[in-house]
T-cell receptor, first 117, second 113 residues
Framework: GAVVSQHPSRVICKSGTSVKIECRSLDFQATTMFWYRQFPKQSLMLMATSNEGSKATYEQGVEKDKFLINHASLTLSTLTVTSAHPEDSSFYIC?????????????FGPGTRLTVL | QKEVEQDPGPLSVPEGAIVSLNCTYSNSAFQYFMWYRQYSRKGPELLMYTYSSGNKEDGRFTAQVDKSSKYISLFIRDSQPSDSATYLCAMSGGGTSYGKLTFGQGTILTVHP
């Protein structure tokens, strides 16, 4: 099956710093990538949808200036958490999709655990 | 009211039992239905997907959709300890929501030997 990787798997940073998380589709071209966050014992909440070469579409309530998303190529999308604060501590998961229909399967990365001190 | 409701459990069953996991939804636009399995500290893994009412079987897993009642189920037969995970239902619809998934809260399942 299709493989999606994320880097880093875990990051601890100080409050006020910025953190970049990479999401890569290893064996297919991802025209669309999705970014989710997941709090302990809760479900995945979609943050934004990004299409290669276009600006990301953010869900209501997600600050686009705080969560910068770049989808520069068909295999790489990055999420940068700017000026991170303890409340941004969460599990961030990306998924990648290779087609444009709702039928398409989203392949999920292993997630990145962010802890902001 | 959440668009997708899923009993969070936790659910604990003995090995070999039949497990039933359920979700209800309120958005009539949902057309595609999926079940994902998520192990602790890992990303979700797709188990089943379907778009029509009725049953779909894959090995020990059966997905059931009842669009008239807005209700979906996942059955696991002959459950194994390796099935212990969180199970998430997910749905998507057409139009501008193409490709976007709405997840249930997830049900924590433990299968004990």
């Amino acid at each position: 099956g299709a493989v999606v990787s994320q880097h880093p798997s875990r990051v601890i940073c100080k409050s006020g710093t910025s953190v970049k998380i990479e999401c890569r589709s290893l064996d297919f071209q991802a025209t669309t990538m999705f970014w989710y966050r997941q709090f302990p014992k809760q479900s995945l909440m979609l943050m934004a949808t990004s299409n290669e070469g276009s600006k990301a579409t953010y869900e209501q309530g997600v600050e686009k200036d705080k969560f910068l998303i770049n989808h520069a190529s068909l295999t790489l999308s990055t999420l940068t958490v700017t000026s991170a604060h303890p409340e941004d501590s969460s599990f961030y998961i990306c998924s990648a999709s290779g087609l444009v229909t709702a039928w398409d399967t989203q392949y999920f990365g292993p997630g990145t655990r962010l802890t902001v001190l | 009211q959440k668009e997708v409701e899923q009993d969070p459990g936790p659910l604990s069953v003995p090995e070999g039992a039949i497990v039933s996991l359920n979700c209800t939804y309120s958005n009539s636009a949902f057309q595609y239905f999926m079940w994902y399995r998520q192990y602790s500290r890992k990303g979700p893994e797709l188990l089943m997907y379907t778009y029509s009412s009725g049953n779909k079987e894959d090995g020990r897993f059966t997905a059931q959709v009842d669009k008239s009642s807005k209700y979906i189920s996942l059955f696991i037969r002959d459950s194994q300890p390796s099935d212990s995970a969180t199970y998430l239902c997910a749905m998507s619809g057409g139009g501008t929501s193409y490709g976007k998934l709405t997840f249930g809260q997830g049900t924590i399942l433990t299968v004990h030997p």
